[in-house]
């Protein structure tokens, strides 16, 4: 014990495993006393071993990793408690050591989620400010136009684009502190016209590229709310379904936004005309271990996880999707895909 202590002091940069050796070797140094005291044999096992398993412990994490072959001695435990005090030691310390596997293993599940959503985060940065870059990079051409009004045109687009980015880092930001658990989504009242004016804006140049033509009711819907993070509905959520919707769109066709409002919910519904997927598709687009990506009508390409961004943020939302597609085949001629949105129109009964 004396000579781990040493050696931890002596060679790992990190005071904690030699600072933990001394004071274990110190409890083990005094057992016989305390034992001279108490007159427990099994409190004093207790004290000696979890003092043990507790430097061993430190001394693998600083050295190897919990998967170190020093952890051995953990597997000794119950041997040493079975020599010094019979079968209660052995009892004790086998319980011991199996809880501390559990919860071992359930480190290493929880380390593997937050790897993962990490992974899932990078994707989001990289899928949605996309988007804003391409407007950027389309309105330098009006930037360089001699016309005063295309100009003023290309500077509002560029500044709308710019802000957009900032609000997808945010955006990026909070997602991850959500799943640190350092951050709840605050999600507030907010109009379905309010979403939808932001859209047509960022979507517009993708829209006139190929000349496809949005459909929404402003006033039929203009006192509908829902209960909705603004920034992450309208960019990882509402984006990403037009985005997808125009890629797969035909050039000169249409999507149709429609919403009704319930009780406790409002369903938002996005529908496109356009080449539609397979059920075994539409079965794994939101996964995000299998990539999604396939090209557009004309070509367009994508990260594939749009889809996956955009669930991810529905249920932080506490709502939920559900999606229908259709391909176009001799016994079905039309094709295309409708996205039903069920959200909150009022603050859920559990905590975000």
């Avoid at 108490?38 to 398993?53: D, E, K, R």
């Avoid at 998967?67 to 001695?73: D, E, F, R």
Wanted: hydrophobic share 40%; aromatic share 8%; net charge neutral.
């Amino acid at each position: 014990m004396w000579a781990y202590a040493f050696l931890a002091y002596a060679t790992i940069s990190s005071p904690i495993p030699g600072i933990i050796g001394f004071i274990a070797s110190m409890v083990h140094l005094l057992s016989p006393l305390l034992f001279r005291v108490t007159n427990n044999g099994l409190l004093v096992c207790s004290i000696m071993l979890g003092a043990g398993m507790v430097h061993q412990g430190s001394f693998s994490y600083f050295t190897g990793g919990f998967n170190s072959h020093i952890l051995i001695w953990l597997g000794i435990l119950p041997m040493l408690g079975g020599i010094i005090i019979g079968r209660k030691g052995v009892l004790l310390w086998a319980t011991l050591i199996l809880v501390h596997l559990m919860l071992l293993e359930k480190h290493e599940r929880d380390l593997s989620r937050k790897n993962k959503n990490i992974s899932v985060l990078l994707r989001v940065l990289n899928h949605d400010i996309a988007t804003p870059i391409s407007l950027i990079s389309m309105a330098s051409t009006g930037l360089r136009s001699k016309q005063e009004d295309s100009r003023e045109m290309s500077v509002d687009i560029v500044e709308k684009a710019c802000n957009t980015m900032v609000e997808i880092s945010q955006s990026v930001r909070n997602m991850y502190s959500v799943e640190a658990g350092n951050l709840s989504i605050t999600p507030r009242p907010y109009p379905l016209n309010e979403c939808i004016h932001n859209l047509c804006f960022i979507m517009q140049a993708s829209l006139d590229k190929k000349s496809i033509h949005l459909n929404y009711d402003f006033e039929q819907h203009k006192d509908l709310m829902i209960f909705v993070d603004p920034i992450a509905f309208n960019n990882q959520i509402m984006g990403n379904i037009i985005s997808n919707a125009i890629k797969f769109s035909y050039r000169g066709g249409s999507i149709d936004i429609t919403a009704e409002q319930h009780q406790d919910y409002a369903k938002v519904m996005i529908r496109d005309y356009g080449v539609g997927m397979s059920q075994s598709l539409v079965e794994k687009l939101f996964s995000v271990e299998e990539n999604s990506s396939r090209a557009g009508t004309e070509a367009e390409t994508g990260s594939g996880y749009g889809m996956s961004i955009m669930k991810a943020f529905i249920d932080k939302l506490q709502g939920n999707v559900e999606v229908q597609s259709s391909e176009k085949s001799p016994d079905r001629p039309e094709s295309g895909t409708l996205f039903t949105l069920f959200l909150p129109i009022r603050q859920p009964s559990l905590t975000m």
